[in-house]
């Protein structure tokens, strides 16, 4: 997709301090990056910016402007402060409920009739891994410990590397797991001195871990099921359905898509090329018509 980048005028628009400059500068980041924060608080996100700003020693937003154009690194900060995430295994349990009791079987019921037994799930803006993780359980939950003899991979992807690190570590205050059945916790995460919980082996070896930018990168191939929720709360309608559009290219025929309980499937990908599954828990399934 071709952005523009800033002109001259709006460079000057940006070093004038205030609220038009703030305006002009979100402006400017929708449509040279896609970045929409428009559900933000104004005073949250100029509380942020103004902290990233003066971190780097940046004075007004025409230079931030100029720093954000040439340094990738700079613009990952801003967008890993802006959208601090916030989250827990299992978060949304009737959603991961849904998944164990309808999405599961369908998936386990067509590789059966097939013959095959290669599962990919792919968890597209997996933050610090506990949704990755929880998608693994629920394959273990719904089929045990030998995954009913299919082989399950979880794909788990962000554009921030540190949030990656983060989950390959696999470590993990005990609040987190407060949705997670205690026979699951005691089975495949271990407790350490100090109370934290850190992901256990059989779990760890369900994961693959990938920085990838779903807005910039070649998506994944031949998935089977797809978790991308509360990630395009920070994109524009167009980049949505834009994303959704290559997930379904990404999703094998009768594949799911699971998004955020606030997010919703733009109605034209409804007609003829996702179905839905269940609307409250943001459930679809790509159509094989």
Same mark, same amino acid.
């Given at each position: 997709?071709?952005?523009?980048?800033?002109?001259?005028?709006?460079?000057?628009?940006?070093?004038?301090?205030? &609220?038009?400059?703030?305006?002009?500068?979100?402006?400017?980041?929708?449509? !040279?990056?896609?970045?929409?924060? @428009?559900?933000?608080?104004?005073?949250?996100?100029?509380?942020?910016?103004?902290?990233?700003?003066?971190?780097?020693?940046?004075?007004?937003?025409?230079?931030?402007?100029?720093?954000?154009? !040439?340094?990738?690194?700079?613009? $990952?900060?801003?967008?890993?402060?802006?959208?601090?995430?916030?989250? &827990?295994?299992?978060?949304? +349990?009737?959603?991961?409920?849904?998944?164990?009791?309808?999405?599961?079987?369908?998936?386990?019921?067509?590789?059966?009739?097939?013959?095959?037994?290669?599962?990919?799930?792919? @968890?597209?803006?997996?933050?610090?891994?506990?949704?990755?993780?929880?998608?693994?359980?629920?394959?273990?939950?719904?089929?045990?410990?030998?995954?009913?003899? =299919?082989?399950?991979?979880?794909? +788990?992807?962000?554009?921030?590397?540190?949030?990656?690190? !983060?989950?390959?570590?696999?470590?993990? /205050?005990?609040?987190?797991?407060?949705?997670? /059945?205690?026979?699951?916790?005691?089975?495949?995460?271990?407790?350490?001195?100090?109370?934290?919980?850190?992901?256990? &082996?059989?779990?760890?070896?369900?994961?693959?871990?990938?920085?990838? $930018?779903?807005?910039?990168?070649?998506?994944?191939?031949?998935?089977?099921?797809?978790?991308?929720?509360?990630?395009?709360?920070?994109?524009?309608?167009? =980049?949505?359905?834009?994303?959704?559009?290559?997930?379904?290219?990404?999703?094998?025929?009768?594949?799911? =898509?699971?998004?955020?309980?606030?997010?919703?499937?733009?109605?034209?990908?409804?007609?003829?090329?996702?179905?839905?599954? $269940? @609307?409250?828990?943001?459930?679809?399934q790509k159509s094989t018509a």
């Open positions: 997709m071709s952005v523009p980048s800033a002109t001259a005028d709006s460079q000057a628009a940006f070093g004038q301090q205030g &609220e038009a400059a703030f305006s002009q500068f979100l402006a400017w980041l929708r449509s !040279r990056w896609g970045l929409d924060w @428009s559900s933000y608080r104004p005073d949250y996100l100029q509380r942020r910016i103004g902290i990233c700003m003066s971190a780097a020693g940046i004075r007004n937003y025409a230079e931030y402007v100029r720093r954000l154009e !040439r340094d990738p690194q700079a613009l $990952d900060r801003l967008r890993n402060d802006i959208t601090v995430n916030v989250t &827990e295994f299992l978060r949304d +349990a009737p959603t991961f409920a849904a998944f164990r009791s309808v999405v599961i079987p369908q998936v386990v019921a067509t590789k059966q009739k097939a013959g095959t037994s290669l599962v990919r799930t792919w @968890s597209a803006g997996c933050a610090s891994g506990e949704e990755p993780y929880s998608i693994a359980l629920c394959f273990l939950e719904a089929l045990g410990r030998d995954l009913g003899g =299919l082989w399950v991979c979880v794909h +788990a992807t962000d554009i921030d590397e540190d949030s990656l690190q !983060r989950a390959r570590a696999g470590v993990y /205050p005990s609040q987190s797991l407060k949705n997670v /059945p205690p026979a699951l916790a005691a089975n495949y995460f271990r407790e350490r001195p100090d109370g934290a919980r850190v992901v256990g &082996e059989t779990l760890r070896g369900m994961l693959r871990f990938q920085r990838l $930018d779903l807005l910039n990168d070649e998506p994944l191939k031949h998935v089977d099921i797809i978790f991308c929720r509360y990630v395009f709360i920070y994109f524009s309608r167009e =980049l949505q359905e834009r994303a959704i559009r290559s997930f379904h290219q990404s999703l094998n025929n009768g594949g799911f =898509l699971v998004l955020g309980r606030t997010e919703t499937m733009p109605p034209a990908l409804l007609d003829g090329e996702f179905v839905t599954v $269940d @609307s409250e828990e943001r459930i679809y």
